[in-house]
Nanobody
Framework: QVQLVESGGGLVQAGGSLRLSCAAS????????MGWFRQTPGKEREFVAG????????YYADSVKGRFTISRDNAKNIVNLQMNSLKPEDTAVYYC????????????????WGQGTQVTVSS
C-alpha cells in the first residue's frame, strides 16, 4: 500500500506559477510510475503528466506541454509538478497517483491516489 499526500495548491493569477508536491509513504515508492491528473466538476479525471521509475521517461498532456514539468526525488519519495504560465482553464483539483509499473500511463489506471489539492487560476 502507498499513501499519497498532495500539497502546494492555491489561488494564483493567470500567468503565475505553482509547484505541487506529492509525498509518498507506506509500501516502497520504488518501482512505481507516478502521475498527475486533474478534475473539474462534471468532467472525467484528465491526465496531466506522468513519470517513469526511476524517472527517465516523462509524458505530458498536450494542453500543458511546455508549461508544466514533472519530476521526482526518489531519495525523499516526492513527486513534483512545476506549473508555469498558468491559465484559467488549468483550474481543477489535482491528484497524484502511483502505478505498480515502471511506465506511466495516460489513462487513469493507477493503483493509488491522493486526496487532491485545489488549484484556482484567476483571470
Amino acid at each position: 500500500q502507498v499513501q499519497l499526500v498532495e500539497s502546494g495548491g492555491g489561488l494564483v493569477q493567470a500567468g503565475g506559477s505553482l509547484r505541487l508536491s506529492c509525498a509518498a509513504s507506506g509500501r516502497t515508492f520504488s518501482n512505481n510510475a507516478m502521475g498527475w491528473f486533474r478534475q473539474t466538476p462534471g468532467k472525467e479525471r484528465e491526465f496531466v503528466a506522468g513519470i517513469s521509475w526511476p524517472g527517465g521517461i516523462k509524458y505530458y498532456a498536450d494542453s500543458v506541454k511546455g508549461r508544466f514539468t514533472i519530476s521526482r526525488d526518489n531519495a525523499k519519495n516526492i513527486v513534483n509538478l512545476q506549473m508555469n504560465s498558468l491559465k484559467p482553464e488549468d483550474t481543477a483539483v489535482y491528484y497524484c497517483a502511483a502505478r505498480r509499473d515502471y511506465s506511466p500511463s495516460r489513462r487513469a489506471d493507477y493503483d493509488y491516489w491522493g486526496q487532491g489539492t485545489q488549484v484556482t487560476v484567476s483571470s
